[in-house]
Nanobody
């Protein structure tokens, strides 16, 4: 079992910045990809950014050039630096982690953290 603890959400004005963190703890041999998703009210949960175990990244078009995903493997933590925030970035942000334990692959979700951007 793996626990994910997210932090860093909040209320910010348009143009501002926030940094989200997600720390993984529990039983695993390896953490593979780490992702951030977001879900706005009445909408589906969408992938925002992904970082693989070797540090390769990928972003949704809507956040390219504004958001940066990174990870600290020693701390089992993934970050999302969000710059130039806009009202349309308002959503609950969820951390998602893929792990391997023995020969089995698992994936886990964080509890979500609210990001609200005022105009």
């Amino acid at each position: 079992q793996v626990q994910l603890v997210e932090s860093g959400g909040g209320l910010v004005q348009a143009g501002g910045s926030l940094r989200l963190s997600c720390a993984a703890s529990g039983i695993f041999d390896r953490i593979n990809a780490m992702d951030w998703y977001r879900q706005a009210p009445g909408k589906r949960r969408d992938l925002v950014a992904t970082i693989t175990s070797d540090g390769s990244t990928n972003y949704a078009d809507s956040v390219k050039g504004r958001f940066i995903i990174s990870r600290n493997n020693a701390k089992n933590t993934v970050y999302l630096q969000m710059n130039g925030l806009q009202p349309e970035d308002t959503a609950i942000y969820y951390c998602h982690v893929a792990t391997t334990w023995r020969i089995y692959d698992y994936d886990y979700w964080g509890q979500g953290t609210q990001v609200t951007v005022s105009s």
